[in-house]
Nanobody
Framework: QVQVVESGGGSVQPGGSLRLSCAASGFIFSIYAMSWYRQAPGKERELVAS???????NYADSVKGRFTISRDNGKNTVYLQMNSLKPEDTAIYYC???????????????WGQGTQVTVSS
């Protein structure tokens, strides 16, 4: 059974940093792309960043240059390093397995609980 557990969220001031982690289980982690999504209050869920099985990445324009997605196949974990955080980054952040190795593939499976990120002074 595919399962992901997000952690690392919290409250920070604008300009601060956070590192989110997503521990995955129930599938062969190394052969699938993984993604981070976020959902702010009253808004639809949106893609933040994806990493392919081979380590290729893509980012939403709103986070380029500030966020970095990475993966550790030995730990079945995907990370999201978030720097220079802005109030508009406030959202619940979710990770999910993609349907294939490519970072352009579609999300697969159920969403986890997510982790709350709040950026406020």
């Amino acid at each position: 059974q595919v399962q992901v557990v997000e952690s690392g969220g919290g409250s920070v001031q604008p300009g601060g940093s956070l590192r989110l982690s997503c521990a995955a289980s129930g599938f062969i982690f190394s052969i699938y792309a993984m993604s981070w999504y976020r959902q702010a209050p009253g808004k639809e869920r949106e893609l933040v960043a994806s990493v392919s099985a081979g380590g290729y990445t893509n980012y939403a324009d709103s986070v380029k240059g500030r966020f970095t997605i990475s993966r550790d196949n030995g730990k079945n974990t995907v990370y999201l390093q978030m720097n220079s955080l802005k109030p508009e980054d406030t959202a619940i952040y979710y990770c999910i397995r993609q349907s294939a190795a490519s970072q352009w593939s579609t999300p697969f499976g159920s969403w986890g609980q997510g982790t709350q990120v709040t950026v406020s002074s």
